[in-house]
Every structure is written in C-alpha cells, then in structure tokens.
C-alpha cells in the first residue's frame, strides 16, 4: 500500500501563498485520483480539491475556488496543492489520500472512498 508523506505547511499571514506537497513511497500515485482534505479544529474533516490519475479532472469545494489549484507530477510521484489568497478559515490541518475509485463532482469528498493518508501538514493563517 502506498505511503504518503504532506509537506509545506506554515504559518503565513492573510493574503499570503502556500505550495503543499503530497509524496508518495511504496507505490506510484499514477495508480490513483488524489484527494486533499483538511480539518480544523473543533470540526469535521472536508474534502478540499481531487483530482483524477491523469489529471483530466480536478475538483474544489466552493470555500477555495479560484484560490487553490491541484496539480500533479506523476514523474516525480508527488500531487501539489497550490494555495493563494489564503485566509484564516483556511487555518486547519491538511491530508491527502488515495482512491482507487473513480470520483465524479458528487462523489469526490467522500472520505470513504480513500484509502491511504497521510499524517498531515498544519497550515495556519494569521497576522
């Protein structure tokens, strides 16, 4: 099964950027669809982006439209999630997972549907 490791996490003011990475061991991610989720505290886990094994597809919740984008470098066995204009509602600890399934814009934040996470990388926003 593979293993996933996130990176880029920080602490980085309103406004600012951040580049998280998603790098697998133990397997290819080519393999999968990939999906980023984060949680903050004191609530639930939410499906942040996905996106398809050859990234034909790509998926956002509606709090980080236009502001974050998925990408993916199958070559480098690694899946990226670029965000800007970050707020502090983006503060919250976030994972990325695999599945095996296919997703559709319905069914992409299904929790279920992932296998393998990783431990997480903590973002925060603030001034």
């Known amino acids: 099964q593979v293993q996933l490791v996130e990176s880029g996490g920080g602490l980085v003011q309103p406004g600012g950027s951040l580049r998280l990475s998603c790098a697998a061991s133990?397997?290819?991610?080519?393999?999968?669809?990939i999906g980023w989720f984060r949680q903050a505290p004191g609530k639930e886990r939410e499906g942040v982006s996905c996106?398809?094994?050859?990234?034909?597809?790509?998926y956002y919740a509606d709090s980080v439209k236009g502001r974050f984008t998925i990408s993916r470098d199958n070559a480098k066995n690694t899946v990226y999630l670029q965000m800007n204009s970050l707020k502090p509602e983006d503060t919250a600890v976030y994972y990325c997972?695999?599945?095996?399934?296919?997703?559709?814009?319905?069914?992409?934040?299904?929790?279920?549907?992932?296998?393998?996470w990783g431990q997480g990388t903590q973002v925060t926003v603030s001034s």
């Open positions: 997972a695999t599945t095996i399934f296919r997703v559709t814009s319905r069914t992409w934040t299904g929790q279920h549907l992932f296998g393998s």
């Open positions: 996106i398809g094994r050859s990234d034909e597809s790509t």
């Open positions: 133990g397997g290819t991610l080519d393999s999968y669809n």
